[in-house]
């Protein structure tokens, strides 16, 4: 059985990574052509044509106003797939379709669903309304990872390795020492998990984006909705500030971490990240700053993961792992994973 659920919605891509050129992805191993039509609708196809599986992203091929030409013989295709010509003959075989996946652009991601297409509902493509809030300013990037999707999805829910991987960026002593609670709301499909540290030392991604001077309270509460949208809402105080019965908040800084976790291969993932803060809008220095900092955060984890993937993939028959408290977020995400992978 593959470990990577079907009939899922998938980040593919962030819609400005799609203008009116031909740009292809993989996701779940399926490589899928994408363009945005004149009418400005992306549109999602598979990278392969009908005649002789030549990828219609690759050069010669090439889009003429909405239909894309293939390079080797010219089948030529319209925004919904259709083969509208073939050279040497008028009459097109009946089969010469490229089926389009379903695509939503929501939230700056656009998603498709990898899978049958009839189960695509775009009601249940989780959110992260922060991303193109006019109350935040996001900045965001994608790595690539040669590593199997469940890894980031242990590694992010899972922040006490902030504190060792991290230390120095974003981890201080207090995240690791600090426990955790899980639940999972079993109706909804997600996993949350929370810490709440209430004095702690600020680390430079907060000291040098907020201002804030001395010592925080440092709250994380992550939410993730599997297979592919993580949420991680982080909230830095004053050390004895907290919100108001009325949820206000006016002495903290909110930073809203948002993660697309979608597998490439069975192998490879695209790592989506975006940091939306409520603070120092607009602010060209604050962006360029945390934009750089989360990079290498992102970065030190891709290196720590590539090589897990590698031990796992040498690793002899009957290795076995040990979890510990800290790993109940990630073990409760796996069992939601493997449901998802048994439904599918
Ligand atoms: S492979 Fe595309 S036209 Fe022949
Ligand atoms: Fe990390």
Not at 157 to 179: F, K
Not at 248 to 277: G, K, L, N
Request: proline residues 7%; contains cysteine; glycine residues 6%.
């Amino acid at each position: 059985m593959t470990s990577i659920p079907r009939d899922q919605w998938y980040v593919a891509a962030y819609g400005a990574e799609i203008g009116h050129d031909l740009f292809t992805r993989t996701v779940c191993g399926e490589s899928i052509l994408f363009w945005r039509t004149r009418d400005g609708a992306v549109t999602a196809v598979p990278d392969r044509c009908v005649h002789r599986r030549f990828p219609l992203s690759q050069a010669p091929s090439r889009l003429v106003d909405d239909q894309v030409v293939c390079g080797y013989h010219g089948f030529t295709y319209d925004a919904g797939g259709r083969c509208v010509a073939v050279p040497g003959q008028s009459r097109i075989p009946r089969t010469a379709r490229l089926l389009p996946y379903p695509v939503v652009e929501q939230d700056s991601f656009v998603w498709v669903f990898i899978g049958d297409r009839a189960k695509a509902e775009a009601s249940r493509i989780p959110r992260a309304p922060w991303l193109v809030s006019p109350d935040h300013t996001t900045v965001a990037g994608m790595e690539p990872l040669r590593a199997r999707y469940s890894l980031l999805v242990d590694n992010l829910l899972d922040l006490s390795h902030e504190t060792y991987l991290h230390g120095g960026y974003i981890g201080t002593p207090e995240v690791a020492a600090t426990p955790i609670t899980t639940a999972v709301d079993e109706q909804a499909g997600i996993v949350h998990v929370s810490r709440h540290i209430d004095d702690a030392e600020c680390p430079p991604f907060y000291a040098k984006s907020t201002g804030l001077r001395g010592r925080i309270a440092r709250w994380q509460d992550i939410e993730y909705t599997p297979p592919c949208l993580y949420l991680l809402h982080s909230r830095i105080a004053p050390v004895g500030s907290v919100p108001g019965p009325d949820g206000a908040d006016p002495d903290a800084f909110h930073v809203e971490v948002v993660y697309a976790i979608t597998p490439e291969t069975e192998h490879s993932t695209h790592d989506f990240w975006c940091v939306a803060r409520d603070f120092a809008l607009g602010d060209e220095e604050v962006s360029t700053f945390l934009a750089e900092s989360n990079r290498t955060v992102v970065l030190q984890d891709v290196e720590a993961l590539n090589v897990l993937e590698q031990v796992i993939a040498t690793e002899p028959a009957g290795c076995q792992e040990l979890s510990i408290n800290i790993d109940t977020g990630g073990l409760a995400a796996r069992r939601l994973l493997q449901r998802l992978c048994a439904a599918s």
